[in-house]
């Protein structure tokens, strides 16, 4: 089992950037792929982005496409998350999970998952 800590959410304005962090202790990074989710209030929990152990595959949630880049650094067991020109609609709690394995292919369910951090919040305004 991984432990996942995210960071880096804040209050920021419509057209502003933000990068989540994800830090995982306990194992190796690389041997997990890496997603991010995000839950607003009083919606369901949905799919944003992964990555798969090694880089070389990502995929990302229609909305978030040529704004939000999925990344990751091995050596610093680390998983990121770049937010540019945020939207209102994309305030929401963010939350990294990991999927063990080196594999192909992109998982977007949060059944796909088996480890999670508590989450960060990010609030955009108008």
């Known amino acids: 089992q991984v432990q996942l800590v995210e960071s880096g959410g804040g209050l920021v304005q419509t057209g502003d950037s933000l990068r989540l962090s994800c830090a995982a202790s306990?194992?190796?990074?690389?041997?997990?792929?890496m997603a991010w989710f995000r839950q607003a209030a009083g919606k369901e929990r949905e799919f944003v982005a992964n990555?798969?152990?090694?880089?070389?595959?990502?995929t990302y949630v229609d909305s978030v496409k040529g704004r939000f880049t999925i990344s990751r650094d091995n050596a610093k067991n680390t998983a990121y998350l770049q937010m540019n020109s945020l939207k209102p609609e994309d305030t929401a709690v963010y939350y990294c999970?990991?999927?063990?394995?080196?594999?192909?292919?992109?998982?977007?369910?949060?059944?796909?998952?088996?480890?999670w951090g508590r989450g960060t919040q990010v609030t955009v305004s108008s």
């Open positions: 999970a990991a999927r063990f394995g080196m594999y192909s292919g992109s998982y977007g369910r949060t059944q796909d998952y088996a480890d």
């Open positions: 306990g194992r190796r990074l690389s041997e997990y792929g």
């Open positions: 990555i798969n152990w090694n880089g070389e595959e990502r």
